[in-house]
């Protein structure tokens, strides 16, 4: 996805440049022939520069949306990192419920950065009012015609999370569970679809798994959940 936001502002710049070279070819042939009507194809220059600063509009703001998009491709990422990592502490014979180690808060908080200077950087692109061309003075000296380029760009999409998870087979959303079963067919669920509410257990299956496994149930409900509590169970994915 960088290097879509990459072509886009290469993009961008060809068309500033084009829209530079089509505002001086018309006030010097406006310059020329002053007082005499524009051929057809001079005359059209303001329409093509119009419709120039439209499709500068339309980039900037796929831009953003590009930006966006990125930011939530990566927090869902990091919220399975971080469901990993709990599970290497515990193969570890460390508590789940401690918080991650240094390197990986700083790895975190390098890319959050990164982020948000792309989305910074798209949000900052200001494209230009378009301006009304008007007959130019008397030329100094006369120049040659600049001939015009032709530019391509095609933006690609990139694939979201688009898989089904919980009971519900929905899309993921919302504060999230995942199972501790390695083989949980379901893998994610929505705490509303199976009546839980933070603060969440440090450890949880789903009811097909409990059975499968022979688990009995021993979630304590929040209300009921002992007010001395560090704090350290696990939560699962939270979406913007």
Same mark, same amino acid.
């Given at each position: 996805?960088?290097?879509?936001l990459?072509?886009?502002a290469?993009?961008?710049?060809?068309?500033?440049?084009?829209?530079?070279k089509?505002?001086q070819?018309?006030?010097?042939?406006?310059?020329?022939?002053?007082?005499?009507?524009?051929?057809?194809k001079?005359?059209?220059?303001?329409d093509t520069?119009s419709?120039?600063?439209?499709?500068l509009?339309?980039?900037?703001?796929?831009?953003?949306?590009?930006?966006?998009?990125?930011?939530k491709?990566f927090?869902?990422?990091?919220?399975?990192?971080?469901h990993?990592?709990?599970?290497?502490?515990?193969? %570890?014979?460390?508590?789940?419920?401690?918080p991650? *180690?240094?390197?990986?808060?700083? #790895?975190?908080? !390098? +890319?959050?950065?990164?982020?948000?200077?792309?989305?910074a950087?798209?949000?900052?692109?200001?494209?230009p009012?378009?301006?009304?061309?008007?007959?130019?003075?008397?030329?100094?000296?006369?120049?040659?015609d600049?001939?015009?380029?032709?530019?391509?760009?095609?933006?690609?999409?990139d694939?979201?999370?688009?898989?089904?998870?919980?009971?519900?087979?929905?899309?993921?959303y919302?504060?999230?569970?995942?199972c501790d079963?390695?083989?949980?067919?379901?893998?994610w669920f929505?705490?509303?679809?199976?009546?839980?509410?933070p603060?969440?257990?440090d450890t949880?299956?789903?009811n097909?798994?409990? %059975?499968?496994l022979g688990?009995l149930?021993?979630? *304590?409900p929040?209300?009921?959940? #002992?007010s001395? !509590? +560090?704090?350290?169970?696990r939560?699962?994915?939270?979406?913007?």
């Open positions: 996805m960088n290097a879509n990459e072509e886009a290469n993009i961008a710049t060809e068309y500033l440049a084009k829209i530079r089509e505002t070819k018309y006030f010097r042939h406006s310059s020329k022939n002053a007082g005499q009507p524009l051929s057809g001079d005359a059209a220059i303001p520069v419709g120039l600063y439209a499709d509009d339309a980039l900037a703001a796929e831009k953003v949306a590009l930006s966006d998009r990125l930011v491709i927090e869902r990422a990091m919220a399975r990192l971080q990993d990592l709990q599970k290497i502490l515990k193969l %570890q014979g460390e508590e789940p419920g401690l991650p *180690t240094q390197h990986f808060l700083s #790895s975190v908080e !390098s +890319t959050v950065q990164q982020i948000q200077s792309l989305r950087a798209a949000q900052a692109i200001e494209v009012t378009a301006p009304v061309p008007v007959a130019a003075p008397p030329p100094q000296k006369n120049d040659e600049a001939e015009g380029e032709d530019e391509a760009g095609e933006d690609g999409g694939a979201e999370d688009q898989e089904l998870y919980c009971y519900c087979q929905k899309l993921s919302g504060e999230m569970i995942a079963n390695e083989e949980c067919k379901y893998q929505h705490l509303s679809c199976v009546d839980l509410k603060p969440l257990p949880w299956y789903c097909d798994c409990k %059975q499968k688990i149930d021993t979630y *304590t929040p209300m009921a959940a #002992s001395a !509590s +560090t704090g350290g169970s939560k699962g994915r939270k979406k913007q």
